[in-house]
């Protein structure tokens, strides 16, 4: 007599499709909880407490910030659909991602991760440059830069085409170095953390930043906002390196970030204050 369970059909394996609706919900869930964190945090929480770190000194309307996650949305669909192909390619052979248990355990697990950050910051400034190109501006890059004073969720707001060119660090990294799948996966933690913190508006490292040999590695979101505000200057995303290297800070980066980190305290009408370095003639320094 056939047992009963060997009657059950195994289900088939999941499909391209089912993968990509699986990746984007959860995608989707991490954005939006950590976003979401950081907004209640910054933005309704402590709004009044932390007023003077506010790198621009007003809060957007709600109409920009219902773009901002629209066009995050439409990010997050497109990060899964490049996301799944490339665990494919892995799964194939074609890239260098290894599997296996234990893996952690090795030394190179846990160094392919900062190793991953250079490598997706390098990727991240010459594409970003580019971009800026008046010729491809306008295809790739405009959305992201209606924030001109953004808020977390300013972090996946891409156009659709500029939401593939920031996917494909995907395949970049493990195209270059061996990478495990968690350790990836911890790497794209640090990406969200990061990208989220940049774009709070709110200026969290200490103001002693500025007068240590970090500031060479460090990027910051005062750097990042003023390029929001500008258009202009610091290409990078988690460092600082090339923008330094290649002459793209902003003249005034750092009197605006001293300017932020010393504020008062008391510090808590949200009235402009007078910027320095947010005038939008600076000659470009870009591509
Ligand atoms: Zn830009
Ligand atoms: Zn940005």
Known sequence: MVPLLARVPKPPPPSFLDR???????????????AGVAWLFCYVIFRRRWFHRKIIAKFPQSKEVRREIFYSAISVVVFSVVGVATYYAAKAGWTRMYFG???????????????????????????????????????????????????????????????????????VVVLTIPMHPYAFALFMIWQILFNIAGHTGYEFNPRWL???????????????????????????????????????NHA????????????????????????VGCNRNLPDQGA
Request: with cysteine.
């Open 252 to 275: 005034q980066y750092e009197a605006r970030y001293h300017e932020v980190t010393t504020r008062r305290r008391s510090m808590q009408d949200p009235v402009a204050v007078p910027p």
């Open 20 to 34: 990509v609706l699986e990746s984007s919900w959860e995608l989707a869930v991490r954005y939006a909880l950590l």
């Open 101 to 171: 248990k234990d893996a952690y355990k090795t030394v190179w697990f846990w160094c392919s991760i900062p190793c991953a950050a250079v490598i997706h910051d390098t990727w991240f400034y010459w594409t970003h440059r580019l971009m800026h190109h008046p010729k491809l501006f306008r295809v790739f890059h405009r959305t992201h830069h209606l924030s001109h004073n953004p808020t977390p969720w300013a972090a996946y707001a891409f156009d659709p085409p500029e939401a593939v060119i920031q996917a494909c660090m995907f395949p």
């Open 210 to 248: 500025m007068r240590t040999p970090l500031k060479w590695v460090l990027n910051t979101p005062t750097n990042h906002i003023m390029h929001h505000e500008t258009l202009r200057g610091n290409y990078g995303l988690y460092f600082n390196f090339w923008d330094r290297l290649m002459g793209t």
